[in-house]
Every structure is written in structure tokens, then in C-alpha cells.
């Protein structure tokens, strides 16, 4: 089952939202993403053995409670 995706989300490679989520000391591993991808237990794609994740994917927080949170802070600006 394919996850559901707007126009406005864009794909970064998995290294750099990796680099962006965990310390610097403590990212996991392309291989893992590519797991937790194919599981669904993170929001990206795997094309061509490349793995992609969503920007706007944060670990550990569900989408819907993302989602509002920058839906709130783009409202109050």
C-alpha cells in the first residue's frame, strides 16, 4: 500500500534527512531507512535502490500531528 502524498512534498535523499533527525554520532544507516520505508514506519520511496524520504517527515512524530503543527505555525504568521 502506497502512502498518500500531496503535490506541495518534495523527496530528500535519506542520508541528508537522516543528518537532520538523529546526532550527529547516532544516524542510521541508508539500509535502515530503506527498512523502516518498505515497513512504513517512516513517510519515502525507494527508487532504483535509491531511498528518499518525504522533507516534511519528522521521526518519531506522527504526520497528522506534523502536519498540524506547521499548519498552526504558518497561521500565526
Same mark, same amino acid.
Given at each position: 500500500?502506497?502512502?498518500?502524498? &500531496?503535490?506541495?512534498? $518534495? #523527496?530528500? !535523499?535519506a542520508?541528508k534527512?537522516? @543528518?537532520?533527525? *538523529?546526532? =550527529?554520532?547516532?544516524?542510521?544507516?541508508? $539500509? &535502515?531507512? !530503506?527498512?523502516?520505508? #518498505? !515497513?512504513? !514506519?517512516? $513517510?519515502? =520511496?525507494?527508487? /532504483? @535502490?535509491?531511498?528518499?524520504? *518525504?522533507?516534511?517527515?519528522?521521526?518519531?512524530?506522527? =504526520?497528522?500531528?506534523? /502536519?498540524?503543527?506547521? %499548519? #498552526?505555525? %504558518?497561521?500565526?504568521?
Amino acid at each position: 500500500m502506497s502512502p498518500i502524498t &500531496t503535490e506541495n512534498e $518534495r #523527496l530528500m !535523499k535519506a542520508s541528508k534527512w537522516a @543528518e537532520r533527525e *538523529f546526532t =550527529k554520532c547516532s544516524a542510521p544507516q541508508n $539500509r &535502515t531507512i !530503506k527498512n523502516w520505508v #518498505l !515497513k512504513g !514506519k517512516v $513517510r519515502g =520511496k525507494v527508487v /532504483d @535502490e535509491n531511498v528518499f524520504v *518525504f522533507e516534511n517527515e519528522r521521526f518519531g512524530i506522527p =504526520k497528522h500531528i506534523s /502536519d498540524t503543527v506547521s %499548519a #498552526l505555525i %504558518a497561521a500565526s504568521q
